[in-house]
């Protein structure tokens, strides 16, 4: 017999700076597989202002790169117990966002940007929000491919969507693009689609273009 049970759980994020609740606008960046939230926060550095947050939660799962020792990387999920690594990714998320969010006096403007395995989790995160962000953009990934799209067209009809590739991405197949494209093609809001030349990674000066 199979059971499960619901416990309290610590997970980490990594920020640019304390906040000093003056900020006009949060970026929450998701990084990609086996990445870690302070390493990854680290390209967002020519972004960091006074006035801006950059947070970076890590997800909560964990494993080394190689073998049995050495580099370990944070991931989403996999396929084993998937949906309830998506709901407990939804969950962790909030409770981040929230306690972000609890002491501004003037809420300030919520960006969100996945990078490749985050990207699909950032599209279910925000799908599911009751707090309206203004922009979302899907780096090196895509929408995730069980997303709900009434759900979708509902949360993000009001949000910029901006989807990013490498012309050079060895990650992204073109399988994986015709499914996208099929997919963004049933979605009832735009979807704006940039390209940079380079391969699965950050672009900076487009990165820099984007959160002007």
């Not at 940007?113 to 962000?133: E, H």
């Not at 050079?168 to 997919?183: G, H, L, R, V």
Request: neutral net charge; without cysteine; hydrophobic residues 40%.
């Amino acid at each position: 017999m199979k059971a499960s049970v619901t416990y309290r759980h610590r997970g980490h994020y990594s920020m640019s700076h304390l906040p000093n609740r003056d900020e006009k606008e949060i970026i929450i960046a998701l990084h990609g597989y086996g990445q870690l939230a302070e390493y990854f926060l680290k390209k967002f550095e020519p972004l960091f202002r006074e006035d801006r947050l950059v947070v970076v939660p890590e997800a909560t799962n964990y494993a080394y790169q190689q073998g049995f020792s050495g580099r370990v990387g944070a991931i989403w999920m996999t396929s084993h117990e998937r949906e309830t690594a998506i709901e407990n990714n939804n969950h962790y998320l909030n409770e981040i966002l929230e306690s972000v969010l609890i002491k501004y006096k003037q809420k300030p403007v919520v960006k969100v940007i996945g990078f490749s395995q985050g990207a699909a989790t950032a599209s279910r995160w925000v799908s599911q929000l009751s707090f309206k962000v203004d922009t979302l953009v899907l780096w090196s990934g895509g929408f995730a491919h069980d997303l709900d799209v009434s759900r979708a067209a509902q949360n993000l009809k009001d949000t910029k969507v901006v989807v990013v590739l490498g012309d050079s991405d060895p990650m992204i197949t073109s399988e994986s693009i015709q499914k996208q494209n099929e997919f963004i093609a049933s979605l009832p809001f735009e979807v704006e689609r940039l390209e940079f030349k380079g391969g699965h990674d950050i672009n900076l000066p487009l990165l820099k273009s984007i959160f002007a």
